[in-house]
């Protein structure tokens, strides 16, 4: 299969937190923007964007027939779909990819001939520039450039969190602990951005964490907010000798 390999991909691969994988969604973008660069004044010119698409359009000519089909175009990845794989939004990532391919495809004939691969790019550098031929910074390249804005949005598109809870219950104190858990799961799950909690109750014995929370909030910033109104209303009773050790995760690898 045919694709351009860009540096980036080793960048893209590694396992990060969901605040450095917006660091690294960033770090893609500028690692395009500077490939399509090519004389390096930090801004895409019409002539660029166009000598860009006609490379990647070559490319993704695989039976170089010089038409590109829906088959040939979709698997083209620059960094996108490692990343969307990594963050659980692929499903995002692929309705991104057909809707601007759909876009493209004037005629809507599932392929784009050099008549449709030629004026979608034009359309998109105006479109992208205000409607001028004024070349793109990089903020109208991530922000305003169809493809790159709608694979950008699909990558960003989840930015839900795991909270993980680990409880040290004192002997005899475990009752007590799961009506506080309760009680401020009742409170918690009033509060925007909830989605789900599970409480687990270790079936080993002497385990050193005897319950272990597991909820998914929909981001860091909601869970942060419901935690502080939730300290503010008292909601949540304290056990004597309980000690508790709440942290955000995201997926690092999957199988
Ligand atoms: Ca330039
Ligand atoms: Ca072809
Ligand atoms: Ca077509």
Not at 23 to 43: A, C, S, W
Request: charged letters at 25%.
């Amino acid at each position: 299969m045919k694709r351009l390999v860009l540096p980036c991909l080793a960048i893209c691969l590694s396992v990060a937190p969901t605040f450095a994988l917006d660091h690294e969604l960033e770090v893609l973008n500028r690692v395009v923007f500077q490939t399509i660069d090519k004389n390096e004044d930090g801004v895409l010119s019409r002539l660029e964007v166009d000598l860009f698409r006609q490379d990647v359009m070559i490319s993704q000519d695989y039976d170089n027939d010089g038409n590109v089909t829906a088959a040939e175009h979709l698997p083209w990845d620059m960094g996108w779909q490692v990343l969307a794989e990594e963050r659980g939004v692929i499903d995002q990532y692929w309705d991104a990819r057909k809707r601007v391919f759909n876009t493209w495809d004037v005629n809507n004939d599932g392929v784009l001939n050099q008549a449709e691969q030629m004026l979608s790019q034009s359309n998109e550098f105006y479109t992208a520039s205000n409607q001028s031929t004024t070349p793109l910074d990089f903020e109208a390249f991530k922000s305003n450039l169809r493809i790159i804005k709608e694979m950008n949005d699909a990558v960003n598109s989840n930015t839900e969190v795991t909270l993980i809870n680990v409880f040290e219950v004192p002997e005899g104190a475990l009752d007590e602990t799961i009506k506080m858990w309760t009680k401020g799961r009742d409170f918690l799950q009033t509060q925007p951005g909830y989605v789900s909690t599970a409480l687990h109750k270790s079936i080993t014995p002497d385990a050193k964490f005897a319950l272990i929370n597991i909820a998914i909030w929909k981001s860091a910033e909601h869970f942060k907010a419901a935690s502080k109104a939730m300290q503010a209303n008292d909601a949540a009773p304290k056990i004597e000798g309980l000690t508790f050790t709440p942290a955000l995760y995201t997926v690092a690898a999957r199988d």
